[in-house]
């Protein structure tokens, strides 16, 4: 079984940073596409920022130039470094692993993280 854990949301100012973490284990994380999500009170779950195995990010426009995804292959976790908050970025913050296990597909998902971005 393929499982993830968070950590690092909070409450921080506007303007302030936080870095979010996700440690994976039961799969082989070098391997496997990791993604960060988010979903705000009354909105849908949107896509943040995707780290490929070959360590390739592609960000939401509403993100770029201010998070930051990587991954470190031998600590099987990926750190979303946010920077530049901004009350928009108020939500619960989910991270996705994508990959093969025993031969067969699977995605797996954390239990969420808040960020909370207020004065």
């Known amino acids: 079984q393929v499982q993830l854990v968070e950590s690092g949301g909070g409450l921080v100012q506007p303007g302030g940073s936080l870095r979010l973490s996700c440690a994976v284990s039961?799969?082989?994380?070098?391997?496997?596409?990791m993604t960060w999500y988010r979903q705000a009170p009354g909105k849908q779950r949107e896509l943040v920022a995707i780290?490929?195995?070959?360590?390739?990010?592609n960000y939401a426009d509403s993100v770029k130039g201010r998070f930051t995804l990587s991954r470190d292959n031998a600590k099987n976790t990926v750190y979303l470094q946010m920077n530049s908050l901004k009350p928009e970025d108020t939500a619960v913050y989910y991270c996705?692993?994508?990959?093969?296990?025993?031969?067969?597909?699977?995605?797996?998902w954390g239990q969420g993280t808040q960020v909370t971005v207020s004065s």
């Open positions: 780290i490929r195995s070959v360590s390739t990010t």
């Open positions: 996705n692993c994508k990959g093969v296990r025993n031969g067969s597909p699977f995605a797996s």
């Open positions: 039961g799969s082989r994380f070098g391997w496997n596409t």
